[in-house]
């Protein structure tokens, strides 16, 4: 079992590499420049769940890249004990992080102990890279 | 009116021996096993199999010398089981062969089962992978209703103990187990300890549809399918598992398949209250909690006390995962452990369980999916004729 003290910290190089898509480059271009941006509907101000051509709620096919503040409150994790694979480093804290922007974040979390994950616990985020030239997004106690 | 399944019967069912590893076989040669078990339990030749739902459809036409006969690519579980009494009722076809196996997958024991792991963008640098998911969706269930880790270890312990006593399962004989045993398991994704999350092992298995008046008489009676259906709210693994993402309607996917069981319920004409046995997935403990609760056994956050007062225990009032389930009987990948829960509750309508027999049970529902994989589908099985 981990050890509750231990601070959770980014993975070193050598995890699995998102494969960015056509829809989803601008996320990981920002991402690459420390910056975090989401998917909004402009007629609706919709949110989707991942990049999409066109708007669930509206038919829109009017959606633009904004900018987030990069904070947000935690909504859900977990502490891992038996990683996925020997490539990471246990434990970790996946987590779902809910966006001042009303969106949904999947990251992880870093910066504190286990023990200090709770409900509603603000986060900001910060990147660390997974590769030469990708960058992930983490979340830290705020 | 005329119920849509009243001229389908479930005419034979087989499970192969499951192991941690079956060396000599592959996924395909031990479905083929699982078929040839169930053509025998049924006591169809195979000559009169003119149809196959199998991830292996093809490989099994010709394999086994079916040809010419339909094959229908689907590595799903209950949704193959429905396809097939589909097929029987639209005069597609007459007698419809269903199998499954997994073997020779999971062989790297230092990361995860390679099903397990999810390779979307979103997810992949966060070392996700099937308990975590899972757990992402308990942890919301244990802050919004105060669930507690001995709540999910009393299912776990309930399900292992059905595997204990239970001489088909890879786990027979490993118990007892109580609550405080799978506590002090080691943690794997918290709040899942290593007793509350599935195994892994190699096993096929197959069924057998046939039209009504082709189910042959004897020891073994036809199951009939009283009602199914499936919920989705999209593809496993890609986006963050939230309890409270919603689709097309208020409910939340952390209640996926409560739709398909009212669906179900209604085809059937029946309600929880009318099921003897409940043969649900069980990838991770928190699941059968969340599938009372979605499925209308009681009522939302009442489903930790309803495990905790023994309710799903032998001679509760809802007996579940009667085999062991994926914790304790089998769970040789995504394939063929969907199909077994089916298979089970077939053999708990025939009366013929070697362990857990429910007495007296003529309705069984039947589960696939779960919370994390956001998708669950449902089955309700009678020892009656529609």
Known sequence: ?142 | MTHPYRDVAIAGVFNTPQARQLPVHDSQSIAIEGALGALADAGVDRREVDAVISQFAQDLVLALRLGPCSRVINSMGIPAVLQAAQMIACDEADVVLIAAGGAGMYLDRGATAPWTRPSNEFVVGYGLFTAAEFALMARRHMIAYGTTPEQLATVSATIRNNGHANPAAVYAGRGPFTAADVLASRMIADPFHLLDCSMTSEGGCGLVLTRADRAPAGPKPPVWILGGASDSFGPAYQVAPVWEMTGRGDLPAGYVGRHAARRAFRTAGLGPDDVDVAEWYDPFSFEIIRQLEAFGFCGEGEGGAFVADGQIGPGGRLPVTTDGGTMSFSHAGINAQQLQRVIRGVEQLRGECASMQVAGAEVAMCSNGGSGALFTDVLLLGSGRP
């Not at chain 1, 231990?6 to 829809?23: H, M, T």
């Not at chain 1, 038919?59 to 038996?82: E, I, K």
């Not at chain 1, 996946?94 to 504190?112: F, K, N, Q």
């Open chain 1, 1 to 142: 079992m981990s050890d509750s003290a231990q601070l959770l910290a980014p993975q070193p190089l050598g995890i699995p590499i998102p494969e960015p898509g056509r829809l989803s480059m601008p996320y990981w271009q920002a991402a690459a420049r420390g910056e975090l941006v989401f998917q909004r509907c402009v007629p609706c101000g919709s949110v989707p769940m991942k990049p999409v051509s066109v708007c669930a709620e509206c038919g829109s096919r009017d959606l633009a890249w904004q900018p987030s503040a990069g904070l947000g409150s935690l909504y859900s994790w977990t502490v891992v004990g038996r990683p996925q694979t020997p490539a990471f480093i246990v434990p970790y804290a996946p987590a779902i992080v809910r966006m001042d922007e009303g969106w949904w974040l999947m990251s992880s979390v870093i910066g504190c102990a286990p023990g200090d994950l709770a409900d509603g616990l603000r986060l900001a985020v910060e990147f660390h890279p997974v590769s030469d030239v990708l960058r992930l997004p983490y979340v830290r106690p705020a």
